[in-house]
């Protein structure tokens, strides 16, 4: 193999470096990969034919470089799925890490130049096809994930700082390489500036895998903080309802106490002040009663206490539940999702001056539970890059957690709202319950 297809192949080896990431991490909108990949090598080819063709000089050629990168990143932003921030952090970081694997490259060949029977440019296309190779299994294995991750649960000032490193060191790599480490520098400067470059770049690379991996790590520590306070706040809730059915216990008791009372006294009344008399009972009977939503306890007990909410608030509740008392889904699922819709449903009710109302309605379903919460609300909503936001000013956790809580195959969540009512729909599916102990 000749220096020239030597060189054709290392330009479809960087090539194959600048559209992994997001040829990988991405969906295709329209499923072919294949026809996306052939436009982008179409347009590298006709890039390269050109320099041939008119023998441009590399420091002329960036122009051109610099031409089919724009319209490379206008290929990735109409043929794949994904928020633009995510795109543009897997087209910044993928070349970022061509640029590094050029200079990490060049570091390996030099070293082994004149220990093989191979020339420069045959070294140079073994080792970029090996690196190549080992950044594909790198992005496949470690990289899809966690930028998956990262992007759907950050939000979106967070996500454009994490934009902000790969961008700021394929600047300083540009200027870098241009300059005090460029090619000419390097080899006057001898096997001390080559290994102070060499030290460099693996730094880059080292403290890029430690910023996504921290993230990770504080986003997980986050959500672990997140579920401790849902799990607190359901404990008082428990807490409440069993104070609540004490109470109604013990009224219960002083009624039977107090009944054989009501019956001396009846005994010596005419018909009129006795059916006063039942009707004043019957009242006070009426007002001791727990209400009942639906079988199960859980559920029932949360949905008392926000109904005691509404009532303070007054917001009208309209509850419609097909709830068995035993399903497969744990009653942290449960309480979890109809507790922050409830909570935000009752929110958005607050902010509200017109009528207030919030109808909830659940059924299950042969194998998944249907939930609907609807409410009345100001018509303002917040949303950046498609996302809904909270409108309060500490920040909102609700959607957050419902949205990681439904996270099985199976569970959906959408929300819908117009000038006068905002709707969520939530689709749960059957989770694998913890077995009981014998």
């Known amino acids: 193999m000749n220096d020239e297809a030597c060189r054709i192949f290392l330009n479809l080896i960087t090539l194959s470096v600048r559209m992994m990431p997001v040829f990988v991490c991405l969906e295709p909108k329209v499923k072919s990969r294949e026809n996306i990949a052939s436009i982008s090598a179409y347009l590298w080819v006709i890039m390269t034919f050109l320099q041939f063709l008119f023998r441009i000089p590399d420091n002329v050629f960036v122009v051109f470089q610099g031409l089919f990168s724009f319209l490379y990143f206008l290929i990735l932003l109409f043929f794949f799925q994904g928020s633009l921030l995510e795109k543009a952090f897997l087209y910044a970081s993928a070349w970022l890490f061509a640029v590094l694997s050029t ?15 191979l020339t420069y440019s045959q070294i140079c296309v073994i080792v970029s096809t090996l690196s190549a190779l080992g950044f594909y299994l790198g992005v496949r294995l470690w990289m899809k994930p966690v930028v998956k991750r ?43 500036v080559v290994a102070f470059f060499f030290i460099l770049c693996n730094m880059i690379v080292g403290l890029y895998v430690l910023i996504l991996n921290s993230i990770q790590e504080l986003m997980e520590r986050r959500k672990m903080t997140e579920e401790l306070q849902v799990a607190k706040r359901l404990l008082y809730q428990q807490r409440e309802h069993y104070h ?13 106490h107090d009944f054989r009372h ?16 039942l009707r004043d009972l ?40 097909d709830l068995p008392e035993t399903i497969p889904i744990d009653d942290l699922t449960l309480c ?30 042969s194998n998944h539970l249907e939930l609907l919460v609807e409410n009345s609300f100001d018509g303002q909503v917040r949303k950046i890059g498609g996302e809904l936001l909270s409108r309060k000013h500490e920040g909102g956790l609700g959607l957050l957690s419902i949205r990681r809580t439904l996270s099985c195959p199976g569970d959906n969540f959408e929300v819908f709202y117009s000038k006068a009512a905002f709707t969520a729909i939530a689709t749960i599916a059957p989770r694998d319950l913890p077995a009981s102990p014998a």
């Open 282 to 321: 019957q009242k006070e009977l009426d007002n001791t009663a727990a209400q009942t939503f639906c079988q199960s306890q859980a559920v029932n007990g949360l949905l008392q206490e926000y109904a005691g909410r509404c009532r303070e608030n007054q917001v009208e509740l309209e509850t419609h539940l």
């Open 103 to 117: 200079s990490l490259n060049e570091f390996i060949v030099w070293a082994l130049l004149g220990r093989t029977g």
């Open 336 to 365: 979890i999702v109809i507790g922050n819709l409830l909570e935000n449903a009752l929110d958005a009710c607050r902010r509200f001056s017109g009528p207030r109302f919030v109808h909830i309605r659940c059924r299950w379903e």
């Open 244 to 256: 609540q059915i004490l109470d109604y216990i013990e009224q219960v008791r002083i009624i039977r």
């Open 150 to 192: 990262l992007f759907t649960e950050l939000s979106v000032g967070a996500s454009t700082l994490l934009l902000a490193y790969p961008m700021v060191s394929l600047l300083l790599l540009f200027v870098g390489t241009n300059t005090i480490f460029s090619s000419r520098s390097l080899s006057v400067g001898g096997f001390g």
């Open 262 to 277: 009501h019956i001396h006294a009846l005994l010596n009344m005419d018909r009129d002040v006795q059916a006063r008399y």
